[in-house]
Structure formats: C-alpha cells, structure tokens
C-alpha cells in the first residue's frame, strides 16, 4: 500500500479567514480546516460531492453572528458561506465550495416553551423527532412531517421550507414560523415576525438596515401583487423560497419569513426561532385502498380527498414489489389483505383521519367504508379496503411508506435509485395525467422507477434507477431535468414540490418569469450585496454577473467514483453504495446507530462518513497521489491513511449499520479490510494480536483460571496491561470446568455417528448446542442455565467440542485467518448439520458470524445454520413441538407490575429486529411477563470497552442511554443477552445481570 498524500491545502483568503477568527477570541466554537471533516461536509443525499473551504461549527448563537460580522468586513468581502443542517438534502442545498457553518453539532437546544400560547423557542440544531418527543408530554407537535425526521434540523427544514405527510391539512415549515431571528452578512440580527400594515410601515421607517430591507422588499412585491398572483397557481406546494405571494400582501401586512424560509440560507443565517405548535391529534385510523394499477390509485384520490382525510398517502408497483420481499411483509400482507386477493395489487393508497375522540374518527371511517361497498363499478374503483385503528397496525402500514426510500436503494446492481426530480408537484387534479407522461418520459429513456408520495396535494416522489459512474446515466440527468421543468410548468405545477432547489436554481426564470426573476435578483442583493451566502443558488445579486450554478456543474460523486479502480470498488462495494441518506444520525440516544457518532458527534465517526473516507481512500489508491511534490509534502505531511485508520478506530463494530442503514452500509466489514491492507505497510500494534488470538488462547488459560486471574489482578500487571498492551478491565475466566459440569449432567463426548443414529422422534426432541468462546470460557453458568432449561424442558442437548469462532480475527482485520478458521468451521458444522438436529448458539454476536460474515467472505457454503436460542425456542412454540410449563413468577415481582425487562445486544436487536417480540412470547407461554427496553448501545461492544484508548468514549455511551434504564428498571430485574453487555453493566454497577435463560431455567427449577 503507497503512502497517500492528497492536497490538503486551503486557499490564502480561507486561512486568512480562519485565523483571524480565531486570534480575535470571539468564537467559542470549533473551526475545522482538517481534509476529513471537508470530505464529509461535500455531500448529502444528493448525487452531488463538493468539498468545502472549512467547517465551522458553533456553540452559542452569539457565534454565528461572529462569523457573519467578520465576513462582512471589506476584507473578506469574497468570503463566502453555506448553512448546514442535517445534510440529508436530496439537492445540493447545502453543498458548496465554501465555508460551511453547521448548527447541528451544538445548537440543538429547546430554549422555551409556551403552552398556553403554544409556542415553542428553539435553535436551529434541534431535530424534527427531538422536538416531537420533548413536546409529546405537554400534548402537542410541530406537524410538518418529513421522512429524514429522525436528523432532519428545524434549521435545515426552513431552509428548505419542508412539508411532508398531512401537508393538505398542515401546511409547510413557513406556516408554524411565530418569529425568526435571522443574522445577516454584517452580523445584523433580522427579525421576522407576522406584521400589520401599520407596523411594516413604522418598521419601513426605520433609518437602519432592517427598516431599509423591509422598504425594499415591500417596494419590489407590492406593486407586482397581480402578477405574482397570476404566475403562481393556488397550490398547497407553492412557493418555497423567496415566496414573494405571502411575504406581502394585499392590503400591506408583512411577513418576511415567508422570504427567507426556503432561500437555503441564500439571505441570512437562521440564529433562533419561535415555532407555533398545535394539540396532538388523540385519536387515529387508517383505511389502506388497493388497486390494480398505480394510475387508478392516482384517479381514484380525487373521490377519496372528499373525505377530508389528513393525508393521502400513494405507493406505485415497483416499491409493492420490492416492499412483498421485505422482513416485514409476512405479517403486513396479511394485515394490508394481499394475501387472499385474486387480484395482484399494483398499487395502493393510505389514507389516515385524526380526531379528537374515537367516536368522530370511527364516523370518518365508516363514511369512507359506506362509500367504497356502494361503488365497486365506478371508474378506477379499487379491488378491495382494510381499516385500522390500532396504533400497532397503523404504525406498521405507515412503515411501508416509511420504507420506500430504502426499499428502492436496495435494488440490486449498478443503477441505483437517485433522487433529482423526486418532488415534483401539480395541482392534485392534474396529476394522473401528470404521471402519466412522467412514466413515458422515463420509459423513453429505459429508466426503471418507484414512485410514493403526497398525492392528495399533487406531489410524488420519484427516483429514477441510475449509474452514476456512466457517463451516459450522468448525462440524462440534464435531460429528464429539462423535460421535467418543461413538463410541470405545462401542468401548472413545480419541478421542486418540497425538497428545495439547491442546484436546480437554474430553472428558477422558468417558473417566476424574466421580471419577478429580476424581483429575486435585486431582493438578494439588497440582504446579500457580495453573493457571499451560498452563492451559485436560487439567485445573485441583481448587480454582478455571477452565474448560478447548473445541475450538472457541479461535480458529481459518480465522477470521483469513476476514477476507482474496478476490483477496489467491488471490495469496497457499500463505500459507493452510501447514498447519504444520514439515517446514522439520528439523534435519538435510545436507538442503537451509531455509538460512535451519538458520542463523538462528530460525522467523520458515523457510517456515512466512514463510508465516505473509505471511498475517497480507495479512489487515492487508484489515481495516485503526488507525494514527491515538496510544496504539498510540507502541507500534506500525513498519510491520509492514517486519517482512515482514525476513522475506523472509533467503530465498535457493533454492526448496527449493516441492519439499520436503509442501503445496508456494513462498515465492520470493510473495517476488517481496510485494516487487513493498512497493516501491509504500518505495523499491527500488540493488542490487536492479542484480542485476535483470544478465542484460540482462551481454552489453554483456562485450564488454570485461579492462576490467570490472579495473574492479571495483581500490581503492577493491570498497569502494564493498560500501558504496553493497550487492554484493561479484562474480564475474569469463570472457575468452573464446562467440561466437567456437562459431564455431571450427562452430557459426554460428542459423537457424529450418535446424532446420525437417532430415531425421527429423538432428533426432534434434541439439540445441538455450538459453542462461543465467551459463554463457555467467561460466562460458563449462562452455558449450564441453557443445558438445564433445556432438559427441564424435555430436550436431549450435545455440545460439540468448542472450535474458535474467528469473530475477533475479522473484527481486528486478520481475514487470512479468519478465512481459513471460517473454512475449518463450515466443514465441521456442515457435517453435524446433516444429522438434521437444529443448532443453537447463545452468544448473538458470535452466532450471527456463521450467516453474516461467513457468508460476506465465503462461497460454496455447505447449507446449515445456528439459530439463536430465542429463534429457535419461539418456534417450538409457535409450531406446537413445546407446550412449556405455566410458571408463578409472583414471588419475584415485588411492587412493580412487570418483573422482568430485556436488554437485547444491538448486534441482535438491529439483525433480528423482532427479537423483543419473541423473547416476550416466549416468556408469555410460560406465563410470565416481559417488556423489551429500547436503548442505544452499552459501550462494550466486544472488546472495544476494553481497549485503553476508548475508556473515555466507553463510559460515556454507558451513561447515554443504559445507565438511565439500567437505574429504573433495578439490576435485580435486568435481563441481558449480550455477554459483552453484562460485563460492562458488571463493570460500572458492581453486579452482572442475568441471562434470560439464567431467569427462565431458575424458575422452571
């Protein structure tokens, strides 16, 4: 592997910038100049890559007006700057080759809430699910829904004016805006608020600069009220961004938010906002109407709005098809009644009522269902309707619609679903007809497709599979976008519907018309005189000539990913596979993605941004860097593998990624081989031998476990652990013998031909328990609790000889060996496999190895599987091969009502996500109660809480989220399946919970 050296360098204006800002003292945030933390910054969901200048992030809202104040000087007149959010747009919007000021690392917070008035005061951080459910206990929410809400920044939303589901009825971003404070390039605060005629005109009056723009602004709409009017159709998804209709209107009432929401921080940059929330519906149902075809459920919504539904919801065929292969759809299709239809169902409409009492929803939904029984023969009538009205159930069908994006992106091979004109929208009424030759458009172009969305105000979102590293796809996004323009302007609608312009700005003249485009031109200069504020979008100064950017300027992620080497980017596959979708940084602590990012927040240590650095590390390596060039080996002193290797360090390998990431980005996997090469050229430090040598040293050490736990106990050894080996806290070996205590339950040497042997009837009644190297050797009563409730329970187990799984190996990038450790497993396991007795693993994170990374790494697999316990106990069960015991469980809930609260490992929980549900019907057969607790991740992790240089991060993801469960729920009620997780808990409270099996074997005793 070569030493990579890419050009680090920043311009003399940027560093002159930066560093004035940092020696005047003012800032309190941090300033990023550093190569990494740029690459992450230049792309978002969009099929956009655009490396800024710097980053900024800052802590107090004092600092953005820092910034914008030194900005403004004569001096850095050709500074310029781009807002961030949550970087999930689909449009560029936040891409530029600029300083970035991202608000989402530190100004996230609630300042205030109002519930009389109800009013809400926030920072431009916060995130649309923070906000939901800090407002949720006081009844109420911000109502504009949009699918990237779990990141998605209050910020970002008004910088794009977002709406989303229920927008009939809800409206977008800009209606819940009670006030804004907008800082302007001068550092000015700029507030907007909803005005009267009278008070525009005294604020008009002012000699400043606020009363200067606000006369300025009122000068250029008011006279031109009519034809703003006539430009622009009455639509729900009108104008977003420089919305010239609602800024002023007739009778002189301002409200120049209105202005600034959806001008991508083109004008200012959004300091502080008061949203207008409203009382949560309390009552829901949903009616799900299916069709033969996506063009009646488009034709059929007209009939449906009638209703006055919260929102129509539309998903066409493609996504159906790719939605019946899901987990999920087993239990969805029965719910949805697919299941027992004659008919294939080609498309479907969802279509939700609120209420304030279950009495007023259920008339809604009997009107509906009245209606479609009288007319099975109208035009586009559909082939058949289910209701709902349990949370449960409306939450999974809704999860359908949640999906789509991610459905899509999973579509095998090259062409990929990209977002660039998937939010088109025209008047409902229009839009079948619409679709109609959108669907022609793309079929000319031998474009495949999937199409869901609004379709009760006339918006769709579409996303065309394309190869982005073909030049040709590449060239069809100019195409389908001129035609689109053409097509949605025909039909009295936008080619931006939602998801804001960012580089589509190009197209602005098409839709406001040479002289309100000029409006624009001349609005923008009078905020932003320079162009310094995300230049290149929406509009310039009315005076300069700078061009707006064209959509296909701007360089393009499949244009660096083309320059990769074919059998680097096949190893490498789910690097260039991230769509930037941001789904890994979701903000909620209690969900299991990502650890590192949750801790660091930094985005460098997050799937996409390890996913990024990966793709740009392997396009280094083939391209080439210059590292004989001496002006950049001064700057470049770096390898820019090592900024990889610091990026991976930080991964737990937890694998939550490769279950939740909606395009499956597995990061541990490409961590093991971007480690196997980076180790080729710099030296593997002790530690990493050790943790992979573990599994095959545990069975030796623990032939004398007093001996070698005294050993690693006694001074100084646990400081030279730490110091020279990098490991500390290491876990004590259990002193039991396994062997010994099978033995003692007459459980002997394991033999092939004995298995082979058994009646039909016997192998049903019998299992084959497969070792781990952590349960057998650590954890060892967890190994004989298995063994007794199984016995207790009627089985017959045989325990194989323990083999090394070889999860360490691959975790710390030793793949030759793991390779040839996995190769050594298949034969053994595959020849047991064929006694057709079911194997069981107990450790998730070692059991899921034999069908993930086994399968990742190797072909022409013999076919058995490891279950785990709770797979294979819920489907005894299920089928009726068990009918466990009823159990009195009462003497051990003491006051609380439910006794027992399980801690899945996020390896399990994020592989298997209906691991709650079966743990709690298993615990319900046996007559007990259970509940699942939802948290983020222990901070064990394997052996990532064990290595020195992680203690920091270990304990804080600790107490993130299961420090806060761990203390209400009470140790004595902790069920845990992880190993890795009952040390760390062990670790920090003292005391080791319980296994479930633990708790289920001791009462069945």
Not at 834 to 853: C, D, F, H, N
Request: proline share 5%.
């Amino acid at each position: 592997m070569p030493a990579l050296t890419p050009d680090r360098s920043l311009d003399s204006l940027t560093l002159g910038f930066l560093k004035t800002l940092e020696a005047e003292g003012k800032f309190a945030g941090e300033i990023h100049a550093d190569f990494p933390t740029r690459l992450i910054n230049a792309t978002d969901n969009s099929v956009y890559q655009v490396m800024p200048t710097a980053v900024l992030q800052p802590k107090t809202r004092g600092d953005i007006n820092v910034v914008m104040e030194l900005a403004g000087r004569e001096k850095f007149s050709e500074v310029k700057i781009t807002p961030r959010g949550g970087g999930t747009g689909t449009n560029g919007q936040s891409l530029n080759n600029t300083i970035i000021l991202d608000t989402s690392k530190h100004l996230n917070n609630i300042l205030g809430f109002d519930a009389e008035r109800g009013l809400v005061h926030v920072e431009p951080g916060v995130v649309l699910d923070q906000l939901n459910a800090w407002l949720k206990p006081y009844g109420y929410f911000f109502p504009p829904a949009v699918s990237t809400a779990s990141r998605a920044t209050v910020g970002g939303m008004i910088g794009s004016d977002s709406s989303g589901k229920g927008s009939r009825i809800y409206g977008k971003t800009s209606h819940y805006i009670h006030d804004m404070t907008t800082v302007l390039i001068d550092g000015t605060d700029f507030n907007t608020r909803a005005m009267t005629a009278a008070e525009a005109k005294d604020t008009m009056e002012r000699a400043d600069r606020v009363g200067q723009l606000y006369k300025k602004v009122h000068d250029e709409i008011a006279p031109r009220r009519d034809q703003i009017k006539s430009t622009f159709p009455e639509m729900n998804r009108g104008l977003t961004g420089y919305n010239l209709k609602e800024a002023v209107s007739d009778t002189g009432d301002m409200n120049l938010s209105f202005l600034i929401a959806g001008a991508e921080g083109s004008l200012g940059m959004v300091k502080e906002i008061t949203f207008r929330v409203i009382p949560l519906p309390k009552h829901k149902a949903v009616t799900v109407v299916r069709y033969d075809s996506f063009d009646s459920a488009l034709r059929h919504v007209k009939a449906l709005v009638q209703f006055d539904p919260v929102a129509i919801e539309s998903i066409d065929d493609k996504v159906m098809k790719l939605a019946e292969q899901d987990e999920s759809w087993h239990m969805l299709g029965k719910l949805l009644g697919t299941e027992n239809s004659n008919t294939p169902t080609r498309g479907f409409n969802v279509v939700e009522f609120v209420g304030e009492s279950e009495a007023e929803v259920a008339a809604k939904q009997a009107e509906l269902k009245s209606y479609l029984d009288a007319n099975p023969a109208e035009d586009f009538a559909p082939i058949g309707f289910v209701q709902a009205t349990d949370p449960g159930q409306i939450a999974a069908i809704w999860s359908i619609r949640a999906k789509s994006v991610g459905l899509l992106g999973n579509l095998e091979g090259k062409r990929r679903a990209t977002p660039f004109v998937e939010d088109t929208a025209v008047p409902p009424e229009n839009l079948a007809d619409f679709i109609a030759e959108f669907r022609a458009l793309l079929d000319a172009e031998g474009l495949d497709y999937g199409m869901f969305g609004h379709v009760d105000v006339g918006c769709l979102h579409v996303r065309p599979l394309l190869d982005m590293m073909d030049e040709e796809d590449e060239a069809r996004i100019r195409r389908v976008s001129d035609a689109m323009a053409e097509l949605t302007k025909r039909y009295n609608g936008l080619i931006w519907g939602e998801h804001g312009k960012g580089f589509r700005g190009e197209y602005s003249p098409v839709y406001f018309g040479p002289e309100l485009y000029d409006v624009l031109r001349r609005i923008k200069e009078a905020f932003d005189p320079e162009g310094q504020l995300n230049p290149g979008k929406i509009a310039s100064p009315y005076s300069k000539n700078t061009p707006i950017t064209a959509i296909d300027e701007a360089p393009m992620r499949g244009q660096f990913d083309r320059q990769i080497e074919d059998a680097l980017r096949d190893e490498y596959l789910n690097a260039t596979r991230c769509n930037g979708n941001g789904a890994c940084f979701n903000w909620d602590l209690m969900d299991a993605m990502c650890p590192s990012y949750k801790v660091t927040r930094s985005r460098v240590h997050s799937p996409k941004g390890r996913a990024g650095m990966i793709r740009e590390w392997i396009r280094q390596l083939s391209v080439g860097t210059d590292p004989m060039n001496k002006d950049l080996a001064v700057i470049n002193g770096r390898d820019f593998s090592h900024d990889v290797y610091e990026a991976m360090a930080g991964c737990l390998s937890c694998k939550a990624c490769a279950g939740q990431c909606p395009v499956k980005v597995d990061i541990p996997e490409m961590k093991s081989r971007f480690l196997e090469t980076y180790h080729t050229r710099y030296k593997r430090p002790i530690k990493d031998h050790v943790i992979a040598s573990l599994e095959n040293m545990a069975p030796f050490l623990a032939k004398a476990p007093g001996l070698f736990n005294a050993l690693q106990s006694i001074p100084p050894m646990p400081w030279i652990f730490k110091r020279f080996i990098g490991l500390t806290d290491l876990p004590k070996l259990h002193g039991q013998s396994l062997k010994s205590a099978l033995r003692a339950r007459g459980i002997g040497k394991f033999k092939q031909a004995e298995l082979e042997a058994l009646s039909a009837d016997a192998k049903a009644k019998s299992v084959i328990l497969v070792q781990d190297c952590f349960t057998t050797h650590y954890d060892t009563h967890v190994v004989l609790a298995h063994v007794d409730l199984l016995h207790r329970l009627g089985y017959r187990v045989f325990v194989p000889p323990y083999r090394p799984n070889g999860k360490a190996m691959h975790v710390k990038g030793f793949l030759k060996r793991f390779d040839y450790q996995a190769q050594q497993n298949d034969i053994v396991l595959g020849k047991i496999a064929k006694s057709g007795i079911p194997m069981i693993g107990i450790e998730a994170s070692v059991a899921l190895t034999y069908r993930q990374e086994y399968a990742q790494r190797l072909s022409n697999r013999p076919d058995y599987r490891v279950h785990l316990f709770h797979e294979w106990l819920a489907g005894e069960i299920e089928h009726g091969r068990l009918t466990p015991p009823k159990l009195d469980n009462s003497v051990n809930m003491g006051t609380t009502e439910t006794p027992a609260s399980l801690f899945p490992h996020c390896t399990e929980k994020t592989s298997i996500p209906d691991v709650g549900v079966k743990w709690q019907k298993i615990f319900d057969a046996f007559g007990l109660k259970l509940s699942t607790e939802k948290t983020g991740c222990c901070g064990m992790a394997g052996v990532y809480g064990h290595e020195t240089r992680h203690q920091e991060t270990s304990r804080a993801l600790y107490d993130l989220s299961w420090k806060k469960k761990v203390d209400a729920t009470g140790l004595e009620n902790m069920l845990v399946t992880g190993y890795s997780c009952r040390c760390q808990v062990d670790r920090y409270e003292g005391v080791k919970p319980q296994h479930p099996v633990e708790y289920l074997a001791k009462l069945i005793a």
